[in-house]
């Protein structure tokens, strides 16, 4: 873990807001037969900053790429309504959007999220309202994106954060790093799921605004025949993720 990831003031269990999360995340990953050697692929693992158009972005490298830590918001467009525009989904409920590069090699879903939801009788303070799937199998799985939605309130992203790990090494899965940006109210986590007692990388960005927490993860098989495009394409879809403000 990062030394910029917080403690939370209060780790009760009984008041971590996550554990719902990490089952919509499951629910969206599929599921997968395949055996794999993690190697060194996350050897690398750093923090680093960059400026692009005057504007300093947080970022974190992971095995798909630069992902953003730092939150970038946009202003709402008037005429904006809830829905799939060619290759952007826009949420005027919850006020965020997500792009991906083409709908030839991935088709976005508004269903699948709400229709897990629905079985599990999860409480009204948590939609899956977005998820993004890729056209191609990789060892048997389609890598995808999806968006989870808490409403929390005015909670600290730090505290959120670290809520998150927690909820996630109390399931055995395995925190490889994390970071945090409190200026922007952004972070991202990075880890490998085993619920299904095989690995998967999934790559959790964060964002707080207009009183919820946006949970963005990317998940991918750890190797297999995984191209860098479509590693590009992940990187891409997960840091398009922008809070409308």
């Known amino acids: 873990m990062s030394e910029d990831s917080a403690k939370p003031s ?6 971590l807001p996550v554990k719902w999360i990490m089952l919509g995340v499951v629910i969206i990953t599929f599921m997968l037969i395949f055996k794999t050697e993690l190697g060194g692929l996350l050897e690398r693992t750093s923090d680093l900053k960059i400026s692009a158009t005057g504007v300093e972005i947080k970022t974190l ?6 992902t953003q830590v730092s939150v970038v918001p946009v202003a709402p467009t008037p005429q904006a309504t809830t829905g799939v525009q ?13 792009s991906w590069p083409n709908n030839r090699d991935w ?42 939605v808490e409403k929390v309130g005015q909670m600290p992203i730090q505290q959120y954060l670290s809520l998150s790990e ?21 972070g991202v986590i990075v880890l490998i799921n085993n619920m299904f007692g095989q690995d998967l990388y999934q790559f959790q960005r964060y964002a ?7 949970v963005v993860t990317a998940s991918q098989v750890p190797q297999g025949d995984l191209s860098q495009g479509l590693k590009d394409d992940l990187a891409s879809i997960i840091n398009s993720f922008r809070v409308i403000q």
């Open 10 to 15: 209060t780790p009760r269990l009984a008041q």
């Open 61 to 66: 490298d992971t095995p798909i790429g630069q």
């Open 86 to 98: 060619n290759t952007t989904y826009t949420n005027t409920e919850y006020g965020f959007q997500i």
């Open 107 to 148: 088709t976005p879903d508004e269903t699948i999220g709400r229709q897990f939801l629905g079985n599990m009788n999860m409480p009204a303070t948590v939609d899956i309202p977005f998820a993004v799937i890729s056209n191609n199998i990789v060892d048997n799985f389609r890598p995808n994106v999806n968006v989870v």
């Open 166 to 186: 927690q909820s996630l090494r109390q399931q055995g899965w395995k925190v490889l790093s994390s970071s945090v940006d409190p200026r922007t109210n952004g």
């Open 208 to 214: 707080m605004g207009n009183g919820n927490a946006y």
